[in-house]
């Protein structure tokens, strides 16, 4: 199942140089409530389709936060990130799981078997915190999903704004990020004067990205007022 050869990318994003490892754990860690309810909203909304046989990719794993309850449901979870710090947090923090590995692995350059998985989830806005082609990430991740497999990717509904923004404010306090750029944030974007910027994708974003795939089936929704998803099936 595993691993098809295909040429490495080397990734030099802000998730693989700065907000990595604790770092990026301590970003959590200090998350508001509201913040909270959205972590375990989506994480719900994902754990309610995971079957007991079924073989699980996370996209972006960082230090494994969510595979201990995805390993719970699934036969067994595989996590993938560029950062090798985290992955080495997250092999430490998830030795205790017979069910799991982790793996430094590109997201646009996947070096598994076509249709491997059941469960492909691409959580936490992904699709943009990434910063790498869209339509190449969703291609990519179609490719190694079996027929009647699921796919996930979710972004940040606009009526959560406000608590995001707060909550990479609190990042920025504890010099996890830089300095907020209040000039520039806005409209679902936050730039830091360092260079980092998160953005997200809509709904509407979701269904250009979508449009014009064969044998799938899209749906799009919102929950918890705080996250969209779009869930693709492959036919």
């Known amino acids: 199942m595993l691993a098809k050869i295909t040429k490495k990318r080397s990734v030099n994003s802000y998730y693989d140089r700065i ?22 909203a989506e994480l719900n909304h994902v754990l309610k389709i995971i079957r007991r046989k079924d073989f699980v990719l996370d996209l972006g794993c960082g230090y494994g936060r969510i595979i201990p309850a995805l390993a719970k449901n699934a036969k067994f979870v595989y996590g993938i990130d560029t950062s090798l710090s985290s992955l080495v947090l997250g092999k430490e923090m998830l030795r205790g799981l017979s069910n799991v590995m982790l793996q430094k692995m590109d997201a646009v350059d996947l070096t598994f078997d076509d249709k491997a998985f059941d469960v492909v989830l691409c959580l936490q806005n992904g699709i943009s915190a990434f910063h790498v082609d869209q339509k190449e990430l969703i291609r990519e991740s179609i490719r190694v999903t079996k027929p009647g497999g699921r796919i996930f990717f979710s972004g940040y509904s606009e009526k959560f704004w406000s608590h995001r923004l707060e909550w990479f404010i609190l990042q920025s306090k504890e010099g996890l990020l830089g300095e907020i750029d209040f000039d520039k944030t806005r409209d679902g974007v936050i730039v830091c004067r360092d260079g980092f910027s998160a953005t997200t994708v809509s709904p509407e974003r979701f269904r250009m990205l979508t449009a014009g795939l064969r044998n799938v089936e899209v749906k799009i929704e919102e929950v918890d007022e705080s996250c969209i998803f779009c869930e693709i099936k492959r036919c």
């Open 19 to 40: 907000l990595s490892a604790d770092r990026l754990k301590r970003c959590y860690e200090i998350a508001p409530a509201r913040v909270q309810q959205y972590f375990e």
